[in-house]
């Protein structure tokens, strides 16, 4: 079974800066997916970003990047120039590589954007 | 807009009693997936069903059930409610369930969530 870890309950950043919220995974797997949804006070789950494992590039979604390092099982996800609208739950969760999986979240990263 | 329909936004009900949860996917998505967001367990994956069958089972409590219907709207059961079962049910969708290029491979996209209460 796959598990997916953030260990950052809770961060805050000032607008306009950059922030990195982490992720680690543990899995046997050699090919597979990993997200990271963005869940605001409305509480809809809003996909931010999405990496392919057999990808070495870097995904990267405007102001959202990730670093992901596979042999480290870390997937790391970088906002640049915060806004407050950035404020919310983020949720990075694992997908085996078959389409049509179910996704394992991690616990959740609550992020306050400052003015 | 996601484009997941779910079906009521909020339910209040009492100890004991049964819902029943709707969401309709995606126009064309066959994979339908249920989450439960509680506070002490988190998101969790529930039952996902694939053109009408049942293609995985998670964390889903025997008083809780599912289906998809040939329109391939699908609905969970929760029966003999209890206080625990008070969350947010998410039901997601995407376009399939077999192998494909990572180009073809689209991720799940969420329902606004139906937010049960049990009092």
């Known amino acids: 079974a796959q598990t997916v870890t953030q260990s950052q309950p809770e961060m805050s950043v000032q607008e306009a800066e950059t922030v990195t919220l982490s992720c680690t995974y543990d899995?046997?797997?050699?090919?597979?997916?990993l997200f990271w949804y963005k869940q605001p006070p409305s509480r809809q789950m809003i996909l931010v970003i999405r990496?392919?494992?057999?990808?070495?590039q870097n995904a990267t979604e405007n102001r959202f990047s990730v670093n992901f390092q596979k042999a480290a099982k870390s997937f790391s996800l970088k906002i640049s120039d915060s806004q407050l609208g950035d404020t919310a739950m983020y949720f990075c969760?694992?997908?085996?590589?078959?389409?049509?999986?179910?996704?394992?979240f991690g616990g959740g990263t609550r992020l306050m954007v400052k003015p | 807009d996601s484009g997941v329909t779910q079906t009521p936004k909020h339910l209040i009900t009492a100890t004991g009693q049964r819902v029943t949860l709707r969401c309709s996917p995606r126009?064309?998505?066959?994979?339908v997936y249920w989450y439960q967001q509680s506070l002490d367990q988190g998101l969790q994956f529930l039952i996902q069903?694939?053109?009408?069958?049942?293609?995985a089972k998670g964390n889903i409590l025997e008083r809780f059930s599912a289906q998809q219907f040939p329109d391939l709207h699908s609905e969970l059961n929760l029966s003999s409610l209890e206080l625990g079962d008070s969350a947010l049910y998410f039901c997601?969708?995407?376009?399939?369930?077999?192998?494909?290029?990572?180009?073809?491979?689209?991720?799940?996209?969420f329902g606004d969530g139906t937010r049960l209460s049990i009092l």
């Open positions: 899995t046997s797997e050699s090919n597979y997916y």
């Open positions: 997601a969708s995407s376009d399939g369930d077999r192998e494909e290029t990572s180009e073809r491979n689209q991720p799940q996209h």
């Open positions: 969760a694992f997908m085996k590589h078959n389409a049509g999986n179910m996704l394992t």
């Open positions: 126009s064309g998505d066959l994979s």
């Open positions: 069903y694939y053109n009408g069958e049942e293609r």
């Open positions: 990496q392919e494992a057999y990808k070495q």
